[in-house]
Nanobody
Framework: QLRLVESGGGLVQPGGSLKLSCTVNGFSLDAAVMGWFRQAPGKEPEGILCISKSGDSISYADSVKGRFTISRDYAKNMVYLQMNSLEPEDTAVYHC????????????????WGQGTQVTVSS
């Protein structure tokens, strides 16, 4: 059964870093586009980054360019989101997602997504 489980969220001060992990069960990473999207309270989901089957990465949100990076480990079947220079505006629930051919930037453009992990940036 396909399942995505995120981990690594928490409370961090502005300017700090976090690395989120996504464990993918029941599916091979090289068979799908992987990505992360986030949703803050009262806001629409926002696509963050995605990585294609070939390994190229695409930035979705201008606000995270130069601060967030996406990577994946084929051997462990895991996807990561490294977040640096975090800002209070980055506070949200972060979801790992997959799609067959497009970047999974929201629940409506994803085939599967996880329950999410909370990231709170506050002093």
């Amino acid at each position: 059964q396909l399942r995505l489980v995120e981990s690594g969220g928490g409370l961090v001060q502005p300017g700090g870093s976090l690395k989120l992990s996504c464990t993918v069960n029941g599916f091979s990473l090289d068979a799908a586009v992987m990505g992360w999207f986030r949703q803050a309270p009262g806001k629409e989901p926002e696509g963050i980054l995605c990585i294609s089957k070939s390994g190229d990465s695409i930035s979705y949100a201008d606000s995270v360019k130069g601060r967030f990076t996406i990577s994946r480990d084929y051997a462990k079947n895991m996807v990561y989101l490294q977040m640096n220079s975090l800002e209070p505006e980055d506070t949200a629930v972060y979801h790992c997602a997959i799609a067959e051919s497009t970047c999974p930037s929201s629940p409506w453009t994803s085939d599967y997504w996880g329950q999410g992990t909370q990231v709170t940036v506050s002093s």
